[in-house]
């Protein structure tokens, strides 16, 4: 198990590389930057600012750089746009918004989800079972950005329940849409997966073993067939934390609720790479991270799984 | 005595029948299948439906895409509402333009995508899948990794950062979703190569002398392709997805151009001035095209993929 963890941050390492590496040339090779304007500045003015952020280096040196920065000090480097503010601040501000609801959300998606597609599967052929399957086909049609203006519609425009947007400080009412939006469609999602599995795990032998023997339904559903109902919701459980990460993008422009999103698309939108370099990078840096834990989760659901 | 007997009729029709005694291909069995799946060819029926509002639907329209109904403009609530007399079927935008253009529009460029987007996945995650699973060996370790890689980013992420980089337009958007797609179809296609290539009829045609070439192309593609048209199916609406999220954020093509994740930010905006219409109708396309396609790919597994029989 150590060894097999030990490869697997080893694998981590060059994912992360080559992402931090390819952005960075992306970025770099793209016609126009931060400070071409309608409004040509003097030479001397914009070597004199190159030289400030390091611009005027070469290639190859401004990348050792940054990568240095990065593994060194954990220093993303200055905003081209903000002249006061470097890309950790940004992020210091804006990601634990990004991440209070993003982890609620991700936490209602798979509670919900899961408890739904039990229910519907030991309710098998009744309204919940119904209810969990229209949610699961609804759910493919209603990621973040259409759930977004249906919930403003009604709580906000029609009921007057929630206030449209805004943060203030994390209060439930700020909080209720960004998490429902964000979380419908992998619930929906999630209950489908565990609905099937687990229907699956219920028509297996050891389940009518463990009902032969006069096991309480309460014990052979709890003790026998979670467990291995849970294994292919795990394996879903990684890609939507990344779902969950790239819809926030959403959340935070929709609902205004100054997380990380809005910082992302706004240095999109003005070419402030080194905002949009240092966001990419600690998102995929997550993205490593969280699927690491998903296949250690795994195999500690699956006992079948050795390494 | 020899009269005629209805019975032997009937059993005379039965022994010249052939078709009853001839061999049922998989793709018939299939394309029975799909046939009898009612989810599945309503979405087919529904979905043709749209594709020819879209084809025949500019024939209808009094008004372009672009033009701006200047006398209606000022009060769009109030006069720019769905009607036949003005010609605005589908009523006016928050500019003044006609929705009815706008949405036709919008549908096209989202089954563009949708389908570009999964046929450059198909092709190249199909030839990358099978290289690296038909040679095996280092070959297909390094190839994998590139892909254990790549999938381990962010992909709308990545989307954003080509569309940002290389400029927003149709030619770039068709490229960025084709770069992201391709990864999980060649990991499918890579699976299958690698069972398929220890199977007695591969066995067969190298000791029959067909050349590599040959077996890939005559033996292993064709075997592989129900399970790539269903993977393929289902991605048709996850590019749409894709698409439609990157447009809502305002990152994807640009106006005059559109597409219905553009229109559904652009009626999402305007909502609260009582301009529903500007929202409901892209809304109705898109959801019903991305259903469709979901019921459509999952009557294409239940038909193609053989283990659920």
């Known amino acids: 198990m150590t060894a097999y963890i030990i490869r697997r941050l080893l694998i981590a390492i060059p994912t992360l590389l080559l992402l931090v590496v390819a952005s960075f040339f992306l970025m770099h090779t793209a016609p126009g930057g931060p400070f071409t304007s309608e409004r040509p500045l003097p030479p001397e003015v914009l070597a004199n600012i190159e030289a400030r952020y390091g611009l005027d280096q070469p290639l190859w040196k401004q990348l050792w750089d940054y990568l240095t ?239 | 005595m020899f009269g005629k007997s209805e019975r032997a009729e009937e059993l005379a029709a039965d022994i010249t029948d052939f078709t009853a005694v001839r061999g049922r291909s998989l793709w018939r069995d299939a394309m029975d299948r799909f046939l009898r799946n009612k989810a599945a060819m309503a979405s087919v029926v529904v979905l043709g439906l749209i594709v020819l509002f879209v084809l025949i639907g500019p024939l209808f329209a009094q008004w372009s895409n672009e033009e701006i109904d200047w006398n209606r403009m000022g009060d769009i609530r109030g006069q720019g509402m769905p009607s036949i007399e003005t010609g605005h079927y589908f009523g006016l935008d928050d500019l003044g333009r006609d929705l009815y253009s706008r949405v036709i529009q919008a549908t096209r460029t989202s089954l563009l995508v949708g389908l570009i987007g999964a046929a450059m996945a198909l092709v190249v995650g199909t030839a990358y899948g099978v290289i690296a699973g038909f040679y095996g060996g280092r070959l297909d370790s390094i190839m994998m990794r590139f892909v254990d890689i790549l999938l381990a980013i962010p992909l709308t992420l990545v989307l954003i950062l080509i ?80 698409e439609s999220f990157i447009s809502f954020l305002g990152l994807g093509i640009s106006e005059p151009m559109t597409s219905l994740g553009r229109l559904i930010a652009e009626g999402a905006g305007t909502m609260a001035y009582g301009t529903l219409w500007q929202l409901l109708f892209p809304l109705f396309f898109y959801v019903t095209i991305i259903i469709t396609m979901f019921f459509i790919g999952d009557g294409l597994r239940d038909a193609l993929d053989p283990k659920d029989r």
């Not at chain 1, 890609?239 to 997380?259: C, I, K, M, N, R």
């Not at chain 1, 698309?265 to 600690?282: F, K, P």
């Not at chain 2, 592989?224 to 048209?229: A, E, S, T």
Request: hydrophobic residues 50%; without cysteine.
């Open chain 1, 69 to 307: 920065n990065i593994v060194l000090h954990f220093d993303f480097g200055p905003s081209f746009r903000f002249k006061d503010r470097d890309v950790n601040d940004i992020i210091a501000q804006g990601f634990p918004i990004s991440l209070t609801y993003g982890s609620l959300a991700f936490i209602a998606a798979s509670v919900v989800g899961i408890s739904l597609g039990v229910a519907a599967a030991i309710r098998h052929n009744t309204w919940i079972d119904y209810f969990a399957v229209s949610l699961g086909i609804a759910a493919q049609a209603l990621p973040n950005f259409i759930m977004g203006p249906i919930l403003i519609l009604t709580f906000t425009l029609w009921l007057g329940w929630l206030p449209g947007g805004g943060w203030n400080g994390g209060q439930w009412q700020y909080l209720v849409m960004p998490v429902i939006a964000l979380s419908t469609s992998y619930m929906g999602n999630i209950a489908r997966i565990t609905r099937s599995s687990m229907l699956e795990v219920m028509n297996s032998n050891f389940i009518r073993t463990a009902r032969a023997k006069g096991l309480p339904a309460r014990t052979v559903i709890w003790r026998h067939a979670l467990k291995p109902t849970l294994l292919p919701v795990i394996s879903y459980l990684g890609p939507v934390f990344v779902y969950v990460l790239t819809g926030s993008v959403f959340v935070d422009l929709y609902f205004s609720t100054g997380g990380l999103g809005q910082s992302y698309v706004s240095s999109a939108l003005t070419r402030d790479y080194a905002v949009l370099l240092g966001v990419t990078i600690l998102y995929g840096g997550l993205t490593v991270v969280v699927n690491l834990a998903t296949d250690l989760a795994y195999a500690w659901f699956d006992p079948k799984i050795r390494y």
């Open chain 2, 163 to 242: 569309l940002v980089i290389a400029g927003r337009s149709f030619t770039t958007l068709f490229i960025a979703l084709g770069a992201v797609s391709w990864l999980t179809m060649s990991r499918i296609v890579r699976g299958q190569t690698l069972t398929l290539k220890t199977r007695e009829f591969i066995e067969a045609a190298r000791a029959g002398g067909v050349s590599e070439p040959g077996i890939i192309f005559r033996h292993i593609l064709p075997n592989l392709m129900g399970v790539v048209i269903v993977y393929a199916s289902l991605l048709v609406p996850e590019m749409i997805l894709a």
